[in-house]
């Protein structure tokens, strides 16, 4: 069959004439047809048709490839399409998709051409195609080495992150989620006062003060779409490749929030003035919250710290006083079994004892114990270990500390 040999002498080629020599050949088998050339990502035609948007049929007149996978994570196999010619039922439309893919470098190359009775069948249906594949459903966009990833995981793991079991420094906590509830609920007045619907808030503080927890809160709470950008960094791609695929992704997604964790490792003098002018985007960028958070606001260009209309709301996550290692302490205290529990009076010396400890630290100081408390099942002996524990983990505390100087110097 005519395809059958098509597919097969592409494949033959270099990589830079396969795409033009599919093209050219599938125009003359069927120059009365409509024609559709695409590398689009988001032309997933199998998720489509699995979620009955159309219908499928793989053309048994030609050897359609299957590749087999195993997910060691939940002990699966499933099977993905290399090269295929699909038979396409859609909205009373007959058509016809080839997909191939070819490796480039170490990237795959996905190509699907359509042909359809008119051009206007075959874009309206790769429109439908790619729109349904670009919405965020239960899931979290994670953007890492030059893609997006759609992960479901990491979008049921925030599932438990509330602002319930958060402990922040006095009104902080209210303070930020005010913020964007006011912010998603007042697109109408924003228009209203011809201000742009845009946000930026930025999250400082030293690790384990609560800044990623409360990014998980929001996500849950704010029940909008959240596209996390893991690095702009990709082999076969430019920084500013990956921020305009960023940015593009984020304007389709809106209203949406788009989270840059640790945006003094994400930028540099090379791609700043890029990530800059896509951020300031002022009509394009309506409807996203672009939360990003640092460790380290001195590392941070005075074009990002220091200019409101980028990033109008600081928040500092700092490290617990008082009262928050006390409410902190006691809420772990009211999870315990009670031949674990704290007395009140070890509650306050642990408070007490723990000045300077970050959030993270109270729960390292909470987990180490239980584990070595497990070794006595000894009633009351908790309170002795952690105290103990308290000097050690304050002995870990400097040695990162001094470490993270001598990186620095």
């Known amino acids: 069959m005519k395809i059958q040999k098509l597919i097969t002498q592409a494949l033959s080629l270099s990589n830079n004439a396969i795409s033009y020599h599919v093209s050219q050949e599938l125009a003359a088998i069927y120059p009365k047809k409509a024609l559709l050339e695409s590398n689009d990502d988001s032309f997933n035609l199998e998720k489509y048709a699995e979620a009955n948007l159309c219908k499928i049929k793989y053309d048994d007149r030609i050897h359609n490839q299957m590749l087999t996978g195993w997910n060691g994570m939940e002990n699966d196999i499933y099977k993905y399409t290399e090269n295929a010619r699909f038979q396409v039922s859609w909205q009373g439309n007959k058509l016809d998709t080839l997909l191939m893919s070819w490796n480039e470098g170490y990237c795959k190359t996905r190509y699907s051409w359509i042909l359809a009775d008119s051009m206007e069948v075959a874009e309206k249906f790769f429109a439908a195609v790619c729109d349904w594949n670009s919405e965020i459903r239960d899931e979290l966009l994670v ?65 384990g003060n609560g800044k990623t927890h409360t990014v998980k809160a929001l996500i849950n709470q704010m029940q909008q779409p959240c596209l996390y950008v893991k690095s702009f960094k990709s082999e076969y791609a430019t920084d500013s490749d990956n921020i305009r695929k960023v940015f593009k992704q984020a304007r389709q997604s809106a209203p949406c929030v788009l989270v840059l964790e640790d945006i003094d490792s994400l930028l540099n003098d090379e791609n700043r003035s890029f990530f800059l002018n896509e951020l300031d985007g002022f009509a394009s960028n309506q409807g996203i919250v672009t939360i990003a958070t640092t460790n380290h606001p001195e590392r941070l260009d005075s074009a990002i710290s220091n200019r409101p209309s980028r990033f109008d709301r600081k928040y500092h996550f700092d490290l617990p006083a008082i009262p928050e290692r006390e409410a902190y302490i006691t809420l772990w205290n009211e999870k315990l079994k009670s031949a674990m529990g704290l007395s009140e009076h070890a509650v306050s010396q642990i408070v007490e004892l723990t000045e300077g400890f970050s959030f993270a630290y109270l729960k390292e100081l909470f987990l180490s114990s239980m584990i070595r408390w497990m070794g006595t099942m000894e009633n009351g002996a908790l309170e002795k270990i952690m105290i103990s524990q308290v000097a050690i983990l304050r002995e870990q505390m400097s040695s990162v500390t001094v470490s993270s100087k001598d990186l620095e110097s």
Do not use: C, M
């Not at 990833?149 to 602002?163: R, W």
């Not at 303070?175 to 924003?190: C, G, K, P, R, V």
């Not at 228009?191 to 030293?206: H, M, T």
């Open 143 to 207: 953007f890492e080495d030059g893609y997006w990833d759609k992960n479901p995981d990491l979008f049921q793991s925030i599932q438990s992150a509330t602002f319930e079991n958060l402990i922040l420094h006095k009104n902080l906590k209210q303070d930020i989620q005010d913020d964007l509830i006011n912010f998603f609920a007042s697109s109408e007045t924003y228009a209203n006062y011809s201000v742009p619907w845009k946000r930026g808030i930025l999250f400082i503080g030293s690790p």
